[in-house]
Structure formats: C-alpha cells, structure tokens
C-alpha cells in the first residue's frame, strides 16, 4: 500500500478505537462556554499573559471547539520592541472518559496567532496548526476546569510558539455513568 493508504488505514482505525471507548451512549449533543488565562511564550521573547474565551459543541467525548485569545504587551530581545498577541484557535478536541471527576483532552487545530509589535505599523498575520494535550477536573454539576499545553507551528515563524492555559466552563453533559 502506498503511504496515503497506509496513513488512512491508521487514522480511521484510531477514531474507529477512541470512538469504541468514548462516553457512547452516555451523552447527547450540548455546548459549553468558558473564560479562561495563559501564557504565551515565542521565541526570542518574555512571556506574555493571555486572556481566553471558548465556545464549544460536544457529543460522546468528542468536541468542535473554538478559542479566541489576546494578550498583554510583552517584551522581545529588543528592548526598543514589545509584542502582543492576538488570534483564534478552531479545533477538534477528544476528552477521555470521565473518572474519579478527572478526563485528559487531545486537541488538533488550526490556528491564527498575530503578532502586533510596538514601533510598526504592520501586524505579523500567522498561520498553521496547534497540537494541544490537556488535563480536566469537574469542579460541580456543570463547571469544568480544564489546564492545557498548546504547541504551535507555522511555516511562517521559525521557531514553535508554546502556550499554556486554565480555562473554567459551564455546560456540557454531566457526567452520566461508569466506563465499560
């Protein structure tokens, strides 16, 4: 089999996998919407603080969720230039089986992240993909907390940007039963 095939072959075989040992049967569709703070770190600058919101639609452990971020003024090796940060992230998210109030999320999106520096009038537009891993705790019937480690790449920047979050949500189905 040709490469494409054999890729193919692999990712069907895994959805086909977590799809068996997803929530199925246990939730219906519903949708959920949060606020939520991070770090952004690019190469060659401080740290920058973030602020987020989501939206996002869920069923049976997998979800479409949408983030949109910005940030504060950051420095850069450049002491004459700061930077701020601005864009959305539009993925597809896969949250484990709930236990003991505990899940861990998988997320790949693509992503549109602008670089707004101090002493240009330009803005630096990107684009390309974020490969997200996560961690979540149910802080009551229908609040979620969720801390997450995004990696970002593009063929426009030469180095990764890396970027953490905490984000608290309401909505979405409660948890409704045990794993298999």
């Known amino acids: 089999m040709k490469f494409k095939q054999n890729s193919l072959l692999i990712i069907t075989t895994f959805l086909v996998f977590m799809s068996a040992n997803s929530h199925a049967g246990r939730q219906g569709i519903s949708f959920y919407y949060g606020l939520g703070l991070g770090v952004v770190a690019p190469s060659d600058s401080d740290i920058g603080g973030t602020g987020d919101i989501m939206f996002g639609v869920e069923e049976d452990g997998w979800a479409l969720e949408a983030v949109g971020y910005g940030s504060i003024e950051a420095g850069t090796d450049n002491p004459a230039?700061?930077?701020?940060?601005?864009?959305t992230h539009i993925g597809l998210a896969y949250r484990t089986?709930?236990?003991?109030?505990?899940?861990?999320?998988?997320k790949y999106s693509g992503t549109d992240m602008n670089f707004d520096l101090t002493g240009s009038t330009a803005e630096n537009e990107t684009s390309g993909s974020s490969y997200s891993i996560g961690w979540g705790m149910r802080m009551n019937r229908e609040a979620r907390l969720e801390i997450d480690y995004t990696y970002y790449d593009s063929d426009d920047l030469a180095d990764p940007v890396h970027m953490a979050s905490l984000r608290y949500?309401?909505?979405?189905s409660e948890y409704q039963g045990k794993a298999f």
Not at 97 to 104: H, L
């Open 169 to 172: 949500f309401w909505g979405g």
């Open 81 to 87: 230039v700061d930077y701020s940060v601005s864009g």
């Open 97 to 106: 089986i709930e236990e003991n109030g505990t899940w861990y999320k998988f």
